[in-house]
């Protein structure tokens, strides 16, 4: 199956003193990386071999053309990205501390990605089932929360498999107390949810975490994948659950290891299933899961040894050569 990716492509600010752990001073060089994290998910998956779109828009500026032709250099579709009228190309400037964690400071008022519109959506997006993935920052402003929903209405119809990363930023809501409810409105309706466990904790206070993944199961939705950086991955669905191990790794930057996860474990689902009955067989074997997320895990742990995100996303020769293991705990 194609995955198709909705959301943002932005610029990822990084500091030569971050990328060379040198204290900061007042007159920074800055290299500029392209990521965004459902364009890294796309980018991820083009990499390790899949067939990937990208369904957003970008400024008609430089930072844009420069986002386009890197997301075409990994063979991403970009038929679907378009060039805003209204909004430039988001930035986000990255901190990075000793051990490669990463804290965001965007410049993203009226962005280019905030003007998705219901007229930009072809009626060739629907014409196949897909995978498709997205993330709360496509619900972040009106506009692109009403198209957003109106594509993933039009998804469901074709049979399409859904995949929500929570991926909470709340510096990208206007008015950051009305996520906890708009996300959990559209967790319900979704076949797979990918979140961090801090995000978790952010939106519904550690106490609720096993209480809120528990009513998105029950709800229908096939399958709950919860991170926790480099510990074990928690995963959950109505007829098995458990943990799976994180390979070591070698810690630079932890920009998009959570989209290599996702483009990793997307890449394997998209290269087993058409279709959203042969998707939903899938889910309920713990074998084809468990074998997923170590696959998934393992783009995660090579992608944080490399600064940036699309260059740092593995191939699939890099995975395949890879000698990191884990083994499942359930």
């Known amino acids: ?65 420069f986002l386009i032709n ?6 991403v579709n970009t038929s679907y990205v378009g060039f805003s009228k209204k909004g430039k190309t988001a930035l986000a400037f990255v901190s990075l501390d000793e051990n490669g964690e990463r804290t965001f400071e965007f410049y993203d008022k009226d962005a280019a990605h905030y003007d998705l519109q219901i007229t930009d959506l072809e009626p060739s997006l629907f014409s196949t089932p897909k995978i498709v993935s997205f993330c709360s920052g496509s619900f972040a402003k009106p506009l692109v929360l009403n198209t ?4 993933l209405k039009h998804f469901k119809e074709s049979g399409s498999v859904t995949c929500f990363d929570i991926n909470f930023r709340s510096a990208f809501w206007d008015e950051p107390l009305t996520a906890k409810s708009v996300i959990e409105d559209v967790a319900k309706t979704v076949d797979i949810i990918k979140a961090s466990k801090d995000e978790l904790i952010s939106l519904y206070g550690i106490e609720h975490i096993d209480t ?28 098995f659950s458990g943990t799976y191990p994180c390979p070591k790794a070698y810690v630079v930057d932890t920009t998009a290891a959570g989209d290599a996860f996702v483009g990793g474990f997307l890449y394997q689902i998209s290269s087993l299933v058409s279709n ?14 468990s ?22 996303l593995p191939t699939y020769h890099d995975i395949s050569a890879s000698t990191l293991k884990s083994s499942c705990r359930c």
């Open 70 to 75: 890197a997301l075409k250099m990994y063979n």
């Open 212 to 239: 809120t993944i528990r009513s998105w199961v029950d709800s229908g939705v096939a399958l709950v994948l919860m991170t926790d950086g480099g510990e074990p991955i928690t995963f959950s669905s109505s007829s």
């Open 291 to 312: 074998k997923a997320i170590d696959f998934a895990t393992k783009c995660g742990a090579k992608t944080v040894a490399t600064f940036g995100a699309f260059d740092a």
């Open 1 to 65: 199956m194609e995955v198709v990716a909705i959301g943002e492509a932005l610029i990822d600010i990084l500091s030569h003193d971050c990328m060379h752990n040198k204290a900061s001073n007042s007159e920074l060089d800055f290299t500029q990386f392209a990521g965004g994290a459902p364009a890294n998910v796309a980018v991820a998956v083009a990499k390790l071999g899949g067939s990937s779109y990208l369904l957003g828009k970008v400024g008609n500026d430089k930072f844009g053309r």
């Open 148 to 151: 957003t929903l109106h594509a």
């Open 276 to 289: 959203k009955t042969e998707f939903t067989d899938w889910a309920n074997n713990f074998t084809n899961v």
